[in-house]
């Protein structure tokens, strides 16, 4: 079976213009340095991948009729559904670990302020002569 898929140019040059906006927003988060540049690659990826189908629709149309998909919308849609999850597990992961982190320094925090106010006590018991 041989899928030929046709999708107007209006429509993908809409695309291809709403994902370069959003590229060039990642590329300006990272050089401000709100988005971390291991962060971005998950959606600078993404987001190429998403142009090349923009402007190649016919792989998608490929894609979709090789993994047995009745229709290319049907698997785009799979397909975000699994990006979606991946990058939510990302985040959780990231998350957890960041927790941890925050856990430990906080305690090191805790440890050294107590040293501190120990170090004062101490200085003010014995004042140097």
Known sequence: MRVTGFIPAELQVLAVAVLASFLLWVFR??????????DSLLWVVSTLVAVVLAVFPGTLFWVSSFLGFKTPSNALLAAAVLYLAVNVLFNTVASSVN??????????CALLRAEVEALRARDRADPPP
């Open 29 to 38: 988060l990272v050089r401000t340095q709100r988005l971390s540049l291991g």
């Open 99 to 108: 927790a941890a982190r925050l856990r430990r320094l906080t305690q090191e």
